[in-house]
């Protein structure tokens, strides 16, 4: 076992499947060079206590929600993560997350519930490795009405 799995399991967390793109034009994720580029993740199908997989902050999604929300796309993208790089102590750096919001136009804390996924790299990979660059923003809707999406950048070893 990694340190790093070994690290969920302390946290009482367990890897889901990596989500199957429904799609044969994209994948979850493109290797180039030592970098992952990690496509949109959803919040399925991770089932996490406060977790919400549709609805809008702002409206019928509390900020609370939308923090463990985030931490759960987060851990799907772990698991992406896994599956392409065969061992998660072979990230060498969490590079950049952009975090998409779906809620109101009257919500303006995005941040605060991106940080769901940026404390969780945080937690696992430590600030020289977990600490990276971010966008958080709010979106009007995004697919199948999902309350968070994520996508990155991971540096990995070969």
């Known amino acids: 076992m990694s340190e790093i799995e070994a690290k969920l399991e302390a946290m009482g967390l367990t890897l889901p499947e990596p989500w199957a793109y429904p799609s044969s034009n994209r994948r979850g994720c493109v290797r180039v060079g030592p970098i992952l580029y990690l496509s949109g993740h959803g919040p399925e199908p991770p089932d996490l206590p406060g977790v919400r997989q549709r609805g809008k902050l702002g409206v019928d999604v509390s900020l609370e929600e939308g923090y463990a929300t985030a931490r759960a796309v987060a851990l799907l993208m772990i698991a992406t993560l896994k599956a392409e790089a065969g061992d998660l102590d ?69």
């Open 90 to 158: 072979k990230v060498k750096r969490v590079v950049r997350l952009f975090g998409m919001v779906n809620s109101s136009p009257e919500f303006e804390q995005f941040p605060a519930v991106i940080d769901g996924a940026s404390d969780l790299f945080l937690e696992l990979w430590g600030p020289e490795r977990g600490q990276h660059a971010r966008t958080a923003i709010g979106a009007g809707g995004l697919p199948r009405g999902i309350v968070v999406e994520i996508n990155g950048e991971f540096e990995v070893a070969d």
